[in-house]
């Protein structure tokens, strides 16, 4: 089995690593396609040498650009390595520009793609992020979900479950393997005055750092927050806008902000993991901080991580200069909320969602459920139907004896995602019953 990963930014290299580590481990073939949309060696190579990656067998090199010249650029460049190499699976992670690449090209070439981290949804379509995952689902043939509500996700826009894998999601296995490794390794802290109350501040997203009154809002508030020390490794892209909105002048007069170069995985892993808490507008930080229990304020209104705020570790508080500095002082000055947020629970697994993930892959490759094939009679096939189950049966006894696939279990009124084991007396499923052949 040739398995070809497509990575392009900083949060995917981090979180395709335990992935690669695993493919490693077991011998199989694969071939590393890096895009190049990050370049910068703070933003791309510090990553390979900390979490001893390999380098990769092609890098397209499209550096910075529109979405439709970045997009079209990987496509190309992406086709190319396809069509010489035949990987036999592909493998994309996240909702980055990359994702809605690789995996168009994969399905256009009849190419079964795995899409890590998938069934994540802010349901804000002026995000790219979200169309970005939207698309790269419709193209996935093996979904590796973190979490159910992630899962449900995925049903509800009608996935096939059987394709569908709750795994946790392979930041928690980065994390936690990389964590050690940093608090030997690591000298970030010596390079900051005064360990007590550090709050670590990144931001990137384009609603934030492009937008003159959000970055304003959000900067004026971190001016005012004085006694934090605050940690600012700075996105290139917030970088640019700070310097153009001339706001960067204003933050470095500022004792309390230390504005630095983003920093490898390692040092931060160690700056996140000794901060009192973090301020962030990234997806990778929210599931970073519950896994590291710290308290994490998230610089959005909507994210497509809710189960970080269900479980009590996030707060979203928007750009609001007002309401980002009244949390910050209700984190830092009340021990019950602070010792609330930092015990909530990790929603993200126990760090092995990369073994799962490969587990899986080889089992459906195996097996010969990755053969891509035009169906013969789609026409008829199945009628989709809606049942009360009044007897005891559990999901895999209903499939098996109804020849259907059941695609949803109501308890309550609540969608639950139909694990095989599931009990389904007194509650309502949605099924497909397929008149013929094999489902
Ligand atoms: C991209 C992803 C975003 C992800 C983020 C992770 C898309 C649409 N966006 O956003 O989902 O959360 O990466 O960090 O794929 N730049 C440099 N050096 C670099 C890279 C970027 O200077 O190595 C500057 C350039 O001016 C560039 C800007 O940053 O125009 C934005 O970079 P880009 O890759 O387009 O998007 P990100 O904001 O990094
Ligand atoms: N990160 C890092 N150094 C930094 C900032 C972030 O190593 O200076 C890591 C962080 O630990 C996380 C990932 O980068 O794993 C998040 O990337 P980013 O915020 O750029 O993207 P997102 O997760 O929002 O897509």
Known sequence: ??????????????KMAPIIDEIKKRNLDYILIHTGQHYDHEMSDQFFLDLELPIPNYNIGVGSGSHGEQTAEMMKGIEKVFI?????FVMVQGDTNAVLAGAIVSSKLHIPVGHVEAGLRSFDKTMPEEINRMVADVCSHLYYVPTEESALNLVAEGINPKKVIITGNTVVDACLRNLAIAKNKSDILSQIDGHENILTLTMHRAENVDNLERLTQITDALLELEELTIVFPVHPRTLKNLEKFGIYSKLVEKDHIKIIKPVGYLDFLLLLSSSSMIMTDSGGLQEEAITLNVPCMTLRYNTERPETVTAGGNI???????????TAHMIMNDPKIQKKMK?????YGDGKASKKILDVTVREYENGNLNIQAPDDLMNQFKRKMELIDYDITVKEFENSQNAIIRTVYDNGEAVFPHEMLKLKNKY?????YSKGEI
């Open 1 to 14: 089995m040739k398995i070809a990963i497509v990575i392009g930014t900083r949060p995917e290299i981090i």
């Open 84 to 88: 010489d190499e035949k990987p036999d």
């Open 316 to 326: 979203l508080v928007g750009s609001k200069k007002d309401k980002i500095i009244e």
């Open 343 to 347: 015990k909530a629970k990790n929603p």
């Open 429 to 433: 499923i949605l099924f497909d019953h």
